[in-house]
């Protein structure tokens, strides 16, 4: 019936306008991507010699990867089966470029890995499983395997038990010197994670300043499993604190009242209250903090000694015993406990949070506490805290000495040592700017798509972009030199695929941040807009994007320091002509004298310190909100 | 005085308008055509899809089916930035990082006009409410009455064929409320600019609109003046909607073309119209105000008040009708210092005569 009325025919011509200018631009961008991932290249193919006289016939052969071509062209086909899309074609363009960034840039250097540990070495292109068979049966493969899931579950739990109580002391109790503490118990978010591990070695090295010169202990030493849950247990106890402050902070506290006022003893408040509010940001930072465990590769490398990991291994394999199928199969390995650890996490966080503050609620109330119960829970704290300080101090120290564990005169030879490493750090620097500005664009505008417009598969493309957030470091760099190695992409050993990897790497946080960051935006400002005339980009510029400055500046300003600090995509990524200066401090620390290295680590944490206090000039944002957003 | 501003308006006309959310049918076949100049109220309480009408006439919620059309115009396939439509919206999103005056040009900017023609046409929508000297303030610095007349003169100077309000005045306290809804009135009026105005407070609705669409569950129960609504409510929802909340079980004695007999409460009122049906189930609406209250046993009905308050300067009981049970409000207005009943005090209630209609 509706049907029966003719539609006039002025309006049809404009409807049909947009399909016009969406069909250029879909050849144009098709065009590109192929050029991008394909090439057409003359190989010889014969080669005669008749009569003396030679003659080789030439064929044309296709290079690269097809397949991601055919992806790419699904991918972007998919959008244009909304109609709300095809209406808006400036909307469906950015859809599609978001489809296929992901796609080029997320899913197939991950998915590289899954193929590579089933290639076979003896025939190109074939695969083979039983090539994968004698992967496995490696009895190094089982025990890195083994190795690794004991010790994520390990630091996991106990990171997970001792954030639990250092953040219900410092948000809910009535200790001294909290203001203080707070930021001393979660300083060790702003240095690279392995500067902690080498902050150790110093302290309790073989020649460490605790062990060797204080107590005279020459049997026992640091290296070892002891030695990574130790170091593991500093890195990741301040994300748990994170987590679990803000949960304690924003609990309700009427309903604990409420709990007590129908006759519920402290203890059964305790578990039957407190406790249920609580379990899913206790699972939350238990599975990040497993996530964070299993991927580590710095801290491992330095003070693992025998140790075997996946992490670690899979970049032996690689770069040192030339065996990229054995590192891709470490690799996967690796990426599957990881992709379940954070399904498991999305789910939970999906799930509506128990902890929601209504208006004239009384939040984080502060328990007064009898003394035997706080003085305990405030040397854990305090404890905690100083000994921060001392890994940071010993850090600084043993920058101005001559030889740390040796001679201890004060020196600033290896402050002026620093100048020879100046190239690095400008490449360093240049690769973390970069790849900052360039994450915070792409995530802010990924989180707009996603949270404020409607089209089909917006929940694929948010859980692409998060996707990064599981994937370690090294498996990162594995992918991205599996998969962009060959022609056509003139792509190894530039800045470029360095950037890259880091913007998209850290993309999660940045998305993550921008989705909340819009939440807090009414959404009628930008339906104003729309209103008034403005089109969907001028929306985004002049309304959204002004309004979103402060998270897209923390955004930035997370991925430069994330980048600054990474060691373990680096380590795959750069080369001769992109050298970082986390690479060359890593090969410093291990090979090259304490206090040298030490040098690297102060200056690293002094450019960190600056940008967080950037930040806070322009933002008004501690370090602390910074990695909570993380 | 501001410069009359001369509107090209333009009819609406939704046309089998439908919104599927996922379960929730949200708006469910209404059409409705809407005269040049006419300011049409959606009314209904939340949830009957009042507001998402609204939105889809402005274009950020697709129909699931059925057409909207603005003048000659079909715009339902179009984005919200190519409709003539302007909105004033409930928080009235005014651009917190924008200036008064970046506010009221950004619809100009946006739409391209020559740039040496915004600031006179700014002005000009400033002056017309009344907004002179605050063109340098942020919307925080403003009250909330003020903040509304930028939101108005926001929407205004773009020339909209067709001005959409959604909730515009629920954010202001009681007597600014009636105040602004005056001047939107007047405003309104004075350029003869077809709107749209979406509430639920049924005050707001009967004041300033000339025709109320009564929304129900996503349906249009009825479209009336707001003396026709108070007069001949098409159902039970409407009469109560409206505020006529004594629905009385009636038994139909007899009938004709002219209208009908209908015994309530034991006592005989005329209807100036026939049932819709001859032989179902009627009831009548008594209008509070036009129910009779005396003390004691001096004929009429005999009640027993249950509860009174003063809402406004209306007196309402809250009476019983004994033996039979049934609760009817009561207004009485101005009412003399003799005429006050306790709480259980009996007394005798006197029905109208003749109603103009009868529900069935």
């Known amino acids: 019936m509706l049907m029966a009325k003719s539609i006039p025919l002025s309006d049809r011509i404009r409807n049909r306008r947009p399909l016009i200018i969406i069909a250029v631009v879909q050849i144009a961008v098709l065009t590109l991507v192929a050029m991008w991932v394909m090439d057409v290249v003359i190989v010889e193919d014969t080669r005669e010699v008749v009569d003396g006289v030679e003659t080789i016939t030439f064929r044309r052969e296709l290079i690269g990867d097809p397949l991601l071509f055919v992806l790419a062209a699904i991918g972007m086909s998919l959008p244009l089966l909304s109609s709300r899309l095809r209406r808006e074609p400036v909307m469906m363009l950015a859809v599609q470029l978001a489809i296929v960034a992901l796609l080029i840039f997320v899913l197939w250097p991950v998915a590289q890995v899954f193929v590579e540990g089933f290639e076979s070495t003896e025939e190109e292109g074939a695969y083979s499983l039983e090539h994968f068979q004698r992967l496995l049966t490696k009895p190094m493969v089982a025990r890195a395997t083994r190795n690794t899931l004991w010790l994520g579950v390990t630091s996991a739990t106990l990171s997970t038990i001792i954030g639990a109580v250092v953040a219900y002391t410092l948000t809910l109790t009535d200790i001294p010197w909290k203001r203080w503490l707070r930021i001393l118990v979660v300083i060790t978010l702003i240095s690279p994670p392995f500067a902690v591990s080498f902050a150790f070695i110093l302290l309790f090295g073989r020649r460490g300043l605790i062990t060797y010169d204080l107590l005279g202990i020459q049997e026992w030493t640091i290296y070892g499993p002891d030695g990574i849950i130790l170091v593991q247990l500093i890195s990741n106890i301040p994300l748990a604190v994170l987590i679990l402050m803000a949960v304690f902070a924003s609990m309700n506290r009427d309903l604990e009242d409420a709990a007590e006022d129908l006759g519920a003893k402290t203890f059964r408040v305790l578990r039957t209250i407190t406790f249920p509010l609580v379990t899913p940001a206790l699972l939350t930072a238990w599975l990040l903090n497993f996530i964070s465990s299993i991927s580590d590769f710095g801290n491992p490398m330095l003070i693992g000694g025998g140790f075997q990991l996946l992490a670690p291994q899979a970049f032996i394999q690689r770069v040192e015993l030339f065996d990229p199928q054995l590192s891709a199969a470490l690799a996967m390995l690796l990426v599957i406990p990881a992709l379940i650890a954070f399904g498991a996490q999305h789910r939970i966080s999906n799930r509506r949070s128990y902890v929601t503050v209504t208006g004239g609620a009384r939040t984080g109330h502060v328990r007064k506490l009898p003394g035997w119960y706080k003085w305990p829970l405030f040397s854990i704290v305090l404890f905690l805290g100083l000994f921060n300080l001392l890994l940071y101090g010993s850090i600084f120290v043993g920058a101005l000495v001559k030889n740390w564990g040796f001679d201890y005169t004060p020196t600033v030879d290896h402050l002026q040592a620093l100048l020879v490493t100046a190239n690095q750090l400008k490449n360093s620097l240049f690769v973390a700017i970069a790849a900052g500005v360039l994450g915070g664009f792409i995530g802010i505008g990924l989180a707009w798509l996603v949270s404020r417009q409607r089209f089909p598969g917006r929940g694929a493309l948010d859980f692409s972009g998060t996707l990064m957030y599981a994937i370690p470091g090294t498996v990162v760099g594995i992918g991205y030199i599996i998969a962009f190695n060959a022609a056509p992409y003139l792509f190894t050993g530039t800045f470029l695929i360095i950037i890259i990897a880091y913007a998209f790497r850290r993309l999660p946080v940045g998305l993550r941040s921008g989705v909340a960051a819009d939440k807090q935006i009414d959404p009628s400002l930008e339906e104003a807009s729309l209103d008034l005339g403005a089109s969907r980009p001028r929306t985004f510029a002049k309304i959204t994007f002004p309004l979103l400055r402060t998270a897209f500046f923390a955004g930035v300003i997370y991925i430069f320091i994330r980048s600054m600090t990474d060691l373990s995509s680096a380590i795959f990524l750069s080369s001769a002509k992109t050298q970082l200066f986390t690479v060359q401090m890593f090969n410093v620390m291990v090979r090259g004298s304490p206090s040298e290295a030490a040098a690297f680590a102060a200056l690293l944490i002094v450019i960190i310190v600056i940008a967080l206090g950037i930040l806070g000039r322009v933002t008004g944002k501690s370090f602390v909100d910074v990695f909570r957003i993380g | ?360």
């Open chain 2, 1 to 360: 005085m501001a410069r009359e501003v001369t509107f090209a308006t333009a009819s609406i006309r939704l046309e089998n308008l439908t919104k599927q959310f996922k379960e929730v049918l949200a708006v469910d076949d209404v059409t409705l055509e809407v005269e040049p100049g006419t300011l049409v109220c959606l009314l209904g309480p939340s949830g009957c899809g009042k507001t998402t009408t609204l939105r889809m006439i402005a274009g950020f919620e697709d129909p699931t089916a059925g057409r909207i059309l603005i003048g000659d115009e079909d715009v339902t396939e179009m984005p919200p930035y190519s409709r003539p439509t302007a909105m004033v919206f409930q928080s009235y999103a005014l651009f917190p990082h924008m200036s008064v005056y970046e506010n009221v040009a950004y619809g100009l900017k946006a739409r391209r006009t020559p740039k040496n023609e915004i600031p006179e046409k700014v002005q000009e929508a400033l002056a017309l409410m009344e907004l002179e000297g605050q063109e340098e303030k942020s919307p925080s610095q403003l009250s909330g009455g003020q903040q509304q007349r930028v939101a108005l003169a926001r929407a205004l100077v773009i020339r909209p064929k067709v001005l959409l309000f959604d909730e515009p005045l629920s954010n202001l306290d009681a007597q600014l409320r009636v105040r602004m809804r005056g001047e939107l009135r007047e405003v309104q009026h004075r350029l003869g600019i077809t709107s749209v105005y979406v509430t639920h407070d049924q005050e707001e609705a009967f004041s300033i609109a000339d025709l109320v669409a009564i929304m129900n569950q996503g349906k249009l129960t009825q479209l009336g003046s707001p003396i026709d609504l108070y007069r001949r409510p098409a159902d039970r929802f409407v009469a109560e909607f409206v505020g006529l909340s004594n629905v009385v079980p009636a038994e139909l004695v007899q009938s004709n073309a002219e209208g009908a007999d209908v015994r309530v409460l034991g006592q005989v009122i005329h209807s100036q119209q026939p049932p819709a049906k001859p032989k179902a189930d009627v009831s009548v609406v008594l209008r509070p105000e036009a129910i009779g209250i005396t003390s004691g046993s001096e004929g009429g009905i005999a009640a027993r008040v249950r509860t009174l308050a003063y809402v406004g300067p209306v007196l309402r009981y809250t009476v019983v009708v004994e033996g039979d049970g049934t609760e009817l409000m009561v207004d009485l207005s101005n009412p003399g210092a003799t005429e006050f009943y306790e709480e259980g005090a009996a007394v005798s209630i006197e029905l109208p005569t003749e109603v103009p209609a009868l529900l069935s």
